[in-house]
Protein backbone atom coordinates (compact mmCIF):
# COMPACT_ATOMS: atom_id res chain seq x y z
CA UNK A 1 0.00 0.00 0.00
CA UNK A 2 1.32 3.23 -0.74
CA UNK A 3 2.26 5.45 2.02
CA UNK A 4 2.08 9.24 1.69
CA UNK A 5 5.73 11.80 1.92
CA UNK A 6 3.86 13.56 4.70
CA UNK A 7 3.07 10.13 7.04
CA UNK A 8 6.69 8.63 6.24
CA UNK A 9 7.93 11.68 7.90
CA UNK A 10 5.70 11.32 10.53
CA UNK A 11 7.30 7.77 11.60
CA UNK A 12 10.69 8.92 11.29
CA UNK A 13 9.45 12.11 13.50
CA UNK A 14 7.99 9.37 16.69
CA UNK A 15 11.13 7.26 16.65
CA UNK A 16 12.88 10.80 17.16
CA UNK A 17 11.09 12.55 19.40
CA UNK A 18 8.55 9.93 21.23
CA UNK A 19 10.76 8.88 24.94
CA UNK A 20 9.09 7.01 28.08
CA UNK A 21 7.62 8.75 30.72
CA UNK A 22 9.27 8.93 33.90
CA UNK A 23 7.31 6.65 35.92
CA UNK A 24 7.44 4.24 33.67
CA UNK A 25 10.36 1.82 35.49
CA UNK A 26 7.55 1.98 38.39
CA UNK A 27 4.64 1.01 36.08
CA UNK A 28 6.93 -2.07 34.57
CA UNK A 29 8.18 -2.61 38.56
CA UNK A 30 4.56 -3.08 39.18
CA UNK A 31 3.57 -5.51 36.72
CA UNK A 32 6.74 -7.77 37.10
CA UNK A 33 5.54 -8.59 40.84
CA UNK A 34 2.38 -10.50 39.00
CA UNK A 35 5.29 -12.48 36.88
CA UNK A 36 5.32 -14.81 40.13
CA UNK A 37 5.01 -17.84 41.40
CA UNK A 38 3.73 -19.52 44.93
CA UNK A 39 5.50 -22.53 45.19
CA UNK A 40 4.02 -25.14 46.91
CA UNK A 41 6.87 -26.87 48.82
CA UNK A 42 5.41 -29.62 50.55
CA UNK A 43 1.20 -30.85 51.19
CA UNK A 44 1.03 -27.57 53.49
CA UNK A 45 4.03 -25.74 53.15
CA UNK A 46 3.95 -22.51 50.42
CA UNK A 47 6.58 -20.08 49.32
CA UNK A 48 6.01 -17.05 47.39
CA UNK A 49 8.91 -15.91 44.97
CA UNK A 50 7.56 -12.40 45.36
CA UNK A 51 8.25 -11.58 48.91
CA UNK A 52 10.04 -14.37 49.47
CA UNK A 53 8.07 -15.44 52.49
CA UNK A 54 6.41 -18.98 53.75
CA UNK A 55 3.30 -19.22 54.41
CA UNK A 56 1.25 -22.56 55.67
CA UNK A 57 -2.18 -23.05 54.38
CA UNK A 58 -4.36 -26.33 53.47
CA UNK A 59 -6.12 -27.88 50.50
CA UNK A 60 -4.13 -25.26 48.18
CA UNK A 61 -3.93 -26.76 44.48
CA UNK A 62 -1.23 -26.37 41.80
CA UNK A 63 -2.47 -24.17 39.51
CA UNK A 64 -5.17 -22.40 41.67
CA UNK A 65 -4.10 -18.85 42.32
CA UNK A 66 -3.90 -17.63 45.37
CA UNK A 67 -3.14 -14.52 47.36
CA UNK A 68 0.00 -14.30 49.36
CA UNK A 69 -0.95 -13.79 53.07
CA UNK A 70 2.18 -11.42 52.77
CA UNK A 71 2.35 -9.41 50.00
CA UNK A 72 -1.30 -9.54 48.67
CA UNK A 73 -0.57 -10.54 45.77
CA UNK A 74 -2.38 -13.03 43.96
CA UNK A 75 -0.32 -15.80 42.11
CA UNK A 76 -0.42 -19.14 40.53
CA UNK A 77 0.48 -22.40 42.19
CA UNK A 78 2.99 -24.53 41.12
CA UNK A 79 4.86 -27.16 41.94
CA UNK A 80 8.82 -27.22 43.66
CA UNK A 81 9.55 -29.65 40.87
CA UNK A 82 8.87 -26.42 38.44
CA UNK A 83 11.97 -26.07 36.42
CA UNK A 84 10.70 -23.37 33.68
CA UNK A 85 7.72 -21.04 32.72
CA UNK A 86 6.94 -17.91 31.20
CA UNK A 87 5.11 -15.11 31.73
CA UNK A 88 3.70 -12.48 29.15
CA UNK A 89 1.53 -9.03 29.03
CA UNK A 90 0.81 -6.76 26.50
CA UNK A 91 1.12 -3.28 27.79
CA UNK A 92 0.15 -0.13 26.10
CA UNK A 93 1.01 3.29 26.51
CA UNK A 94 -0.85 6.37 24.90
CA UNK A 95 0.99 9.37 24.17
CA UNK A 96 0.54 12.79 22.32
CA UNK A 97 2.30 14.28 19.22
CA UNK A 98 1.08 17.23 17.33
CA UNK A 99 -2.41 16.35 16.10
CA UNK A 100 -1.76 12.79 16.94
CA UNK A 101 -2.61 10.15 19.80
CA UNK A 102 0.06 7.65 19.80
CA UNK A 103 -0.97 4.28 21.01
CA UNK A 104 2.44 2.25 21.51
CA UNK A 105 2.91 -1.62 22.03
CA UNK A 106 4.92 -3.52 24.27
CA UNK A 107 5.51 -7.03 25.22
CA UNK A 108 6.63 -7.53 28.36
CA UNK A 109 7.86 -11.34 29.54
CA UNK A 110 9.33 -12.74 32.07
CA UNK A 111 11.27 -16.11 31.92
CA UNK A 112 11.58 -18.88 35.37
CA UNK A 113 14.55 -20.87 34.99
CA UNK A 114 15.18 -23.17 37.89
CA UNK A 115 14.47 -20.70 40.57
CA UNK A 116 15.91 -17.15 38.50
CA UNK A 117 13.33 -15.16 36.89
CA UNK A 118 14.88 -12.89 34.20
CA UNK A 119 12.43 -9.81 32.43
CA UNK A 120 12.15 -8.23 28.98
CA UNK A 121 10.57 -5.83 27.64
CA UNK A 122 9.92 -5.10 23.58
CA UNK A 123 8.10 -2.13 22.00
CA UNK A 124 6.66 -3.88 18.55
CA UNK A 125 3.88 -1.49 17.68
CA UNK A 126 2.37 1.46 17.11
CA UNK A 127 -1.34 2.87 16.19
CA UNK A 128 -1.88 5.82 15.21
CA UNK A 129 -5.35 7.97 15.95
CA UNK A 130 -6.54 11.77 14.74
CA UNK A 131 -8.03 13.68 17.52
CA UNK A 132 -11.53 11.51 17.65
CA UNK A 133 -9.75 8.64 18.41
CA UNK A 134 -10.37 7.02 14.65
CA UNK A 135 -7.37 5.25 13.61
CA UNK A 136 -5.31 6.30 10.63
CA UNK A 137 -2.41 3.65 11.06
CA UNK A 138 -1.34 0.44 12.59
CA UNK A 139 2.72 0.44 12.35
CA UNK A 140 5.03 -2.33 13.33
CA UNK A 141 8.64 -2.96 13.87
CA UNK A 142 11.61 -5.64 12.91
CA UNK A 143 10.46 -7.42 16.07
CA UNK A 144 7.70 -9.36 15.27
CA UNK A 145 8.67 -11.87 13.27
CA UNK A 146 6.70 -14.52 11.08
CA UNK A 147 7.39 -17.84 10.16
CA UNK A 148 5.59 -20.89 9.60
CA UNK A 149 4.52 -21.47 13.36
CA UNK A 150 2.87 -18.24 13.89
CA UNK A 151 3.75 -14.64 15.07
CA UNK A 152 5.72 -13.91 17.83
CA UNK A 153 8.37 -10.71 19.33
CA UNK A 154 11.88 -10.46 19.57
CA UNK A 155 13.21 -9.49 22.68
CA UNK A 156 17.01 -8.37 23.73
CA UNK A 157 17.05 -5.62 21.12
CA UNK A 158 16.83 -1.74 21.63
CA UNK A 159 13.90 -0.83 19.72
CA UNK A 160 14.97 2.47 18.90
CA UNK A 161 17.68 0.87 16.72
CA UNK A 162 14.81 -0.84 14.85
CA UNK A 163 13.45 -0.07 11.31
CA UNK A 164 9.33 0.32 11.15
CA UNK A 165 7.23 -0.77 8.60
CA UNK A 166 3.93 -0.12 7.40
CA UNK A 167 1.50 -2.49 8.82
CA UNK A 168 -0.01 -5.48 6.40
CA UNK A 169 -1.88 -8.53 6.59
CA UNK A 170 1.30 -10.54 6.86
CA UNK A 171 1.72 -9.60 10.42
CA UNK A 172 -0.30 -10.36 13.07
CA UNK A 173 -2.76 -7.44 13.64
CA UNK A 174 -1.94 -5.49 17.08
CA UNK A 175 -4.30 -6.12 20.09
CA UNK A 176 -6.64 -4.66 21.44
CA UNK A 177 -7.03 -5.36 24.81
CA UNK A 178 -3.72 -4.03 26.78
CA UNK A 179 -2.67 -2.92 30.20
CA UNK A 180 -1.94 0.62 29.92
CA UNK A 181 0.14 3.04 31.80
CA UNK A 182 -2.21 5.29 33.76
CA UNK A 183 -0.10 8.20 34.79
CA UNK A 184 -0.31 10.36 32.03
CA UNK A 185 -3.69 9.66 30.30
CA UNK A 186 -5.48 12.75 32.99
CA UNK A 187 -3.17 14.93 31.21
CA UNK A 188 -3.44 13.76 28.02
CA UNK A 189 -7.29 14.01 28.15
CA UNK A 190 -7.55 17.68 29.86
CA UNK A 191 -9.86 20.07 27.39
CA UNK A 192 -11.31 16.89 25.79
CA UNK A 193 -14.40 15.20 25.39
CA UNK A 194 -12.61 13.05 27.65
CA UNK A 195 -12.04 14.88 30.70
CA UNK A 196 -14.45 13.90 33.10
CA UNK A 197 -14.01 10.22 31.89
CA UNK A 198 -11.76 9.02 35.08
CA UNK A 199 -10.16 6.43 32.46
CA UNK A 200 -6.95 7.10 34.48
CA UNK A 201 -8.87 5.68 37.80
CA UNK A 202 -9.85 2.79 35.86
CA UNK A 203 -6.14 2.33 34.30
CA UNK A 204 -4.93 1.97 37.75
CA UNK A 205 -8.03 -0.68 38.51
CA UNK A 206 -8.59 -3.01 35.77
CA UNK A 207 -5.42 -4.82 34.30
CA UNK A 208 -6.16 -5.61 30.63
CA UNK A 209 -8.85 -3.35 29.11
CA UNK A 210 -9.65 -1.84 25.68
CA UNK A 211 -8.98 1.92 25.42
CA UNK A 212 -9.72 1.91 21.98
CA UNK A 213 -13.47 0.71 22.56
CA UNK A 214 -13.91 3.32 25.06
CA UNK A 215 -12.84 6.38 23.43
CA UNK A 216 -14.23 5.67 20.33
CA UNK A 217 -17.72 4.97 21.53
CA UNK A 218 -17.26 6.77 24.69
CA UNK A 219 -20.59 7.39 26.77
CA UNK A 220 -21.10 9.37 29.99
CA UNK A 221 -22.06 5.66 31.57
CA UNK A 222 -18.26 5.30 31.76
CA UNK A 223 -17.99 7.90 34.11
CA UNK A 224 -20.87 6.66 36.22
CA UNK A 225 -19.27 3.56 36.82
CA UNK A 226 -15.91 4.04 37.35
CA UNK A 227 -17.26 6.39 39.81
CA UNK A 228 -19.29 3.79 41.36
CA UNK A 229 -16.21 1.69 42.15
CA UNK A 230 -17.54 -0.76 39.22
CA UNK A 231 -14.71 -1.05 37.32
CA UNK A 232 -15.34 -4.30 35.34
CA UNK A 233 -19.16 -3.16 34.72
CA UNK A 234 -17.55 0.21 33.12
CA UNK A 235 -15.56 -2.36 30.73
CA UNK A 236 -19.24 -2.43 29.12
CA UNK A 237 -20.89 0.63 29.63
CA UNK A 238 -23.51 0.45 26.39
CA UNK A 239 -24.90 -2.13 28.78
CA UNK A 240 -25.45 0.53 31.89
CA UNK A 241 -26.43 3.56 29.49
CA UNK A 242 -30.04 3.51 30.48
CA UNK A 243 -31.93 6.40 31.89
CA UNK A 244 -33.48 6.09 35.85
CA UNK A 245 -32.28 4.78 38.94
CA UNK A 246 -29.91 2.60 40.19
CA UNK A 247 -32.36 -0.78 39.84
CA UNK A 248 -33.46 0.30 36.41
CA UNK A 249 -30.39 0.33 35.35
CA UNK A 250 -28.69 -2.42 37.06
CA UNK A 251 -31.36 -4.98 37.61
CA UNK A 252 -31.29 -5.10 40.99
CA UNK A 253 -31.75 -2.75 43.78
CA UNK A 254 -28.99 -0.20 45.26
CA UNK A 255 -28.71 -2.39 48.68
CA UNK A 256 -26.14 -4.60 46.58
CA UNK A 257 -24.16 -2.22 45.68
CA UNK A 258 -21.53 -2.32 48.51
CA UNK A 259 -21.42 -5.94 47.57
CA UNK A 260 -20.46 -5.26 43.95
CA UNK A 261 -18.11 -2.93 44.65
CA UNK A 262 -16.42 -4.82 47.05
CA UNK A 263 -16.17 -8.08 44.34
CA UNK A 264 -15.96 -5.45 41.43
CA UNK A 265 -18.83 -7.91 39.25
CA UNK A 266 -18.45 -8.23 35.89
CA UNK A 267 -21.34 -8.01 33.32
CA UNK A 268 -21.52 -12.03 33.61
CA UNK A 269 -21.32 -12.36 37.61
CA UNK A 270 -24.15 -9.49 37.89
CA UNK A 271 -26.50 -12.09 35.47
CA UNK A 272 -25.81 -14.57 38.15
CA UNK A 273 -26.49 -11.84 41.23
CA UNK A 274 -29.86 -10.37 38.99
CA UNK A 275 -31.10 -14.05 39.34
CA UNK A 276 -30.21 -15.73 42.56
CA UNK A 277 -29.55 -12.42 44.92
CA UNK A 278 -27.01 -14.40 46.76
CA UNK A 279 -24.40 -12.75 47.97
CA UNK A 280 -21.76 -15.54 47.25
CA UNK A 281 -18.77 -14.61 45.45
CA UNK A 282 -18.19 -18.20 44.68
CA UNK A 283 -21.44 -18.59 43.44
CA UNK A 284 -21.34 -15.73 40.63
CA UNK A 285 -17.98 -16.94 39.66
CA UNK A 286 -19.19 -20.47 39.51
CA UNK A 287 -22.30 -19.78 37.08
CA UNK A 288 -20.87 -16.74 34.95
CA UNK A 289 -21.32 -17.54 31.94
CA UNK A 290 -24.62 -19.91 32.06
CA UNK A 291 -27.39 -18.48 30.31
CA UNK A 292 -29.59 -18.89 33.68
CA UNK A 293 -32.87 -17.47 31.88
CA UNK A 294 -33.52 -21.13 30.81
CA UNK A 295 -33.82 -22.10 34.49
CA UNK A 296 -36.47 -18.85 35.27
CA UNK A 297 -39.46 -20.92 34.82
CA UNK A 298 -38.14 -23.63 37.89
CA UNK A 299 -37.14 -20.97 40.26
CA UNK A 300 -33.91 -22.93 40.40
CA UNK A 301 -31.31 -22.27 43.76
CA UNK A 302 -27.80 -22.11 42.05
CA UNK A 303 -26.65 -23.16 45.91
CA UNK A 304 -28.34 -26.40 45.97
CA UNK A 305 -27.75 -26.84 42.37
CA UNK A 306 -24.25 -26.56 42.70
CA UNK A 307 -23.95 -28.40 45.55
CA UNK A 308 -26.29 -31.36 44.87
CA UNK A 309 -25.23 -31.68 40.90
CA UNK A 310 -22.64 -32.48 38.87
CA UNK A 311 -23.53 -29.19 36.71
CA UNK A 312 -21.04 -27.56 34.71
CA UNK A 313 -20.96 -25.99 31.48
CA UNK A 314 -20.45 -28.79 29.30
CA UNK A 315 -23.62 -30.45 30.78
CA UNK A 316 -25.79 -27.13 31.27
CA UNK A 317 -27.88 -27.45 28.20
CA UNK A 318 -28.65 -30.75 28.94
CA UNK A 319 -29.82 -30.32 32.74
CA UNK A 320 -32.40 -27.48 31.13
CA UNK A 321 -33.31 -30.43 28.19
CA UNK A 322 -33.90 -32.69 31.21
CA UNK A 323 -36.07 -30.17 32.87
CA UNK A 324 -38.08 -28.74 30.24
CA UNK A 325 -39.01 -32.79 29.52
CA UNK A 326 -39.60 -33.49 33.31
CA UNK A 327 -42.51 -30.78 32.96
CA UNK A 328 -43.60 -31.90 30.13
CA UNK A 329 -44.01 -35.65 32.01
CA UNK A 330 -45.95 -33.73 34.55
CA UNK A 331 -43.12 -34.34 37.38
CA UNK A 332 -43.37 -32.95 40.19
CA UNK A 333 -41.40 -29.62 39.91
CA UNK A 334 -41.12 -28.60 43.36
CA UNK A 335 -39.33 -31.82 44.21
CA UNK A 336 -36.17 -31.10 45.34
CA UNK A 337 -35.39 -35.20 43.94
CA UNK A 338 -36.40 -34.04 40.55
CA UNK A 339 -34.71 -30.40 40.47
CA UNK A 340 -31.10 -31.35 41.49
CA UNK A 341 -30.54 -34.71 40.56
CA UNK A 342 -27.04 -36.15 41.18
CA UNK A 343 -25.79 -37.08 37.86
CA UNK A 344 -27.04 -34.75 35.35
CA UNK A 345 -26.16 -36.87 32.50
CA UNK A 346 -27.80 -40.06 33.72
CA UNK A 347 -31.12 -38.38 34.37
CA UNK A 348 -31.10 -37.11 31.42
CA UNK A 349 -30.59 -40.33 29.43
CA UNK A 350 -32.77 -41.79 31.57
CA UNK A 351 -35.76 -39.32 31.17
CA UNK A 352 -35.22 -39.12 27.66
CA UNK A 353 -36.15 -42.68 26.90
CA UNK A 354 -39.18 -41.87 28.92
CA UNK A 355 -39.78 -38.97 27.29
CA UNK A 356 -39.40 -40.51 23.79
CA UNK A 357 -41.87 -43.65 24.72
CA UNK A 358 -44.18 -41.14 25.96
CA UNK A 359 -44.28 -39.06 22.51
CA UNK A 360 -44.36 -41.43 20.82
CA UNK A 361 -47.60 -42.87 22.15
CA UNK A 362 -48.99 -39.26 21.52
CA UNK A 363 -47.47 -39.52 17.66
CA UNK A 364 -48.44 -43.02 17.15
CA UNK A 365 -52.02 -41.92 18.15
CA UNK A 366 -52.23 -39.42 16.16
CA UNK A 367 -50.56 -41.06 13.30
CA UNK A 368 -53.13 -44.05 13.72
CA UNK A 369 -56.11 -41.32 12.96
CA UNK A 370 -54.10 -40.02 10.11
CA UNK A 371 -53.51 -43.41 8.48
CA UNK A 372 -57.32 -44.11 8.86
CA UNK A 373 -58.28 -40.82 7.16
CA UNK A 374 -56.06 -40.96 4.44
CA UNK A 375 -56.83 -44.90 3.79
CA UNK A 376 -59.81 -43.87 1.06
CA UNK A 377 -56.49 -43.12 -1.12
CA UNK A 378 -55.50 -46.60 -1.21
CA UNK A 379 -55.19 -47.55 -4.65
CA UNK A 380 -53.32 -50.30 -6.85
CA UNK A 381 -53.13 -51.81 -10.13
CA UNK A 382 -51.98 -55.20 -10.95
CA UNK A 383 -48.54 -54.27 -10.23
CA UNK A 384 -48.35 -51.73 -7.99
CA UNK A 385 -49.96 -50.95 -4.66
CA UNK A 386 -49.77 -47.17 -2.70
CA UNK A 387 -51.23 -46.60 1.17
CA UNK A 388 -50.27 -44.42 4.21
CA UNK A 389 -48.27 -44.91 6.28
CA UNK A 390 -49.56 -46.37 9.12
CA UNK A 391 -47.51 -45.75 12.70
CA UNK A 392 -44.10 -44.70 13.45
CA UNK A 393 -42.47 -48.49 13.24
CA UNK A 394 -43.50 -48.08 9.69
CA UNK A 395 -41.61 -45.31 9.26
CA UNK A 396 -39.01 -46.37 10.40
CA UNK A 397 -38.93 -49.60 9.23
CA UNK A 398 -39.03 -47.63 5.64
CA UNK A 399 -35.95 -45.75 6.82
CA UNK A 400 -33.65 -48.95 7.35
CA UNK A 401 -35.03 -50.95 4.12
CA UNK A 402 -34.85 -47.30 1.64
CA UNK A 403 -31.71 -45.78 3.67
CA UNK A 404 -33.35 -42.48 3.23
CA UNK A 405 -34.83 -39.84 6.09
CA UNK A 406 -38.64 -40.36 6.48
CA UNK A 407 -38.70 -41.65 9.86
CA UNK A 408 -37.66 -37.98 10.46
CA UNK A 409 -41.11 -37.15 8.72
CA UNK A 410 -43.27 -38.52 11.99
CA UNK A 411 -43.58 -35.55 13.70
CA UNK A 412 -44.79 -33.57 10.50
CA UNK A 413 -47.31 -36.66 9.00
CA UNK A 414 -48.58 -36.35 12.87
CA UNK A 415 -49.44 -32.58 12.50
CA UNK A 416 -50.59 -33.04 8.89
CA UNK A 417 -48.05 -30.86 7.69
CA UNK A 418 -47.51 -33.76 5.12
CA UNK A 419 -48.77 -37.17 4.06
CA UNK A 420 -46.15 -40.13 4.03
CA UNK A 421 -47.33 -43.09 1.74
CA UNK A 422 -45.45 -46.18 0.74
CA UNK A 423 -45.69 -47.33 -3.28
CA UNK A 424 -44.84 -51.02 -3.22
CA UNK A 425 -45.55 -53.94 -5.49
CA UNK A 426 -48.76 -55.87 -5.44
CA UNK A 427 -46.98 -58.97 -4.62
CA UNK A 428 -44.34 -57.88 -2.19
CA UNK A 429 -46.38 -55.32 -0.33
CA UNK A 430 -44.04 -55.35 2.74
CA UNK A 431 -40.48 -54.61 0.87
CA UNK A 432 -39.84 -51.13 0.20
CA UNK A 433 -40.28 -49.53 -2.81
CA UNK A 434 -41.06 -45.78 -3.11
CA UNK A 435 -41.51 -43.33 -0.44
CA UNK A 436 -43.74 -40.57 -1.16
CA UNK A 437 -44.30 -37.40 -0.07
CA UNK A 438 -47.88 -35.54 -0.50
CA UNK A 439 -48.91 -31.75 -0.11
CA UNK A 440 -52.09 -30.38 -0.78
CA UNK A 441 -52.89 -33.49 -2.45
CA UNK A 442 -50.04 -33.55 -4.89
CA UNK A 443 -46.91 -35.38 -4.80
CA UNK A 444 -43.73 -33.41 -3.60
CA UNK A 445 -41.19 -36.16 -3.24
CA UNK A 446 -41.46 -39.56 -4.68
CA UNK A 447 -37.52 -41.26 -3.89
CA UNK A 448 -36.73 -45.04 -4.86
CA UNK A 449 -34.02 -46.92 -2.28
CA UNK A 450 -30.64 -44.48 -1.13
CA UNK A 451 -32.90 -41.80 -2.48
CA UNK A 452 -32.39 -42.50 -6.31
CA UNK A 453 -35.18 -41.45 -8.51
CA UNK A 454 -37.95 -43.41 -9.76
CA UNK A 455 -38.50 -44.97 -13.07
CA UNK A 456 -40.78 -43.84 -15.96
CA UNK A 457 -43.54 -46.82 -15.15
CA UNK A 458 -43.51 -45.72 -11.38
CA UNK A 459 -44.16 -41.87 -12.29
CA UNK A 460 -47.30 -42.64 -14.81
CA UNK A 461 -48.72 -44.60 -11.59
CA UNK A 462 -48.12 -42.37 -9.34
CA UNK A 463 -49.26 -39.85 -11.62
CA UNK A 464 -52.19 -41.56 -12.23
CA UNK A 465 -53.04 -42.09 -8.50
CA UNK A 466 -52.55 -38.35 -7.79
CA UNK A 467 -55.02 -37.36 -10.76
CA UNK A 468 -57.74 -40.03 -9.89
CA UNK A 469 -57.62 -40.49 -5.92
CA UNK A 470 -56.09 -37.45 -4.75
CA UNK A 471 -58.05 -34.56 -7.17
CA UNK A 472 -60.82 -36.79 -8.83
CA UNK A 473 -59.80 -35.73 -12.19
Not at 17 to 32: A, Y
Not at 41 to 61: A, G, P, Q, R
Not at 147 to 161: A, C
Not at 317 to 334: A, I, T, W
Request: glycine content about 2%.
Amino acid sequence: MYIRKKDKQLFEELDVNLTLPGNWNKFIFDIKKTHNLIIKMSSNEFYCTNCKSIFIKSNLKVSDYYVCPKCKQELIIRNKTLKQCEFKDNLGLLQRYKDYYILRHFEMVTYYNNGKFDTYVCEYGRQIFDNEFSKLYEIINDHIVCNIGGTYIRHGESVLDSNWHYFSSYWKRLGDTLIYYPYNLKSLFNDTKWQYSQLWVLARKEKYFNLEYLLKFYRSSIELLIKLKLYRLALNPKTFDIAGNFESRFGIDKSYLKYMQKHNIDVQELDVLKYSKIKDIRILKFFSGYNLDDLKPYNIDLRKLKKFTNIEQTNFYEYVDYLNMSRELRYDMKSKKVLYPTNIQNAHDKIQKLYRVNKDKKMNKKIAKIYKQLSVNIYQNKKFIIFPAKSIDSLIDESNQQSNCVQSYAEKYAERKCDIYFMRLVNEKNKSLVTVEVRKNKVVQQRAKMNNRTTKEQQRFLKLWENKILNKV
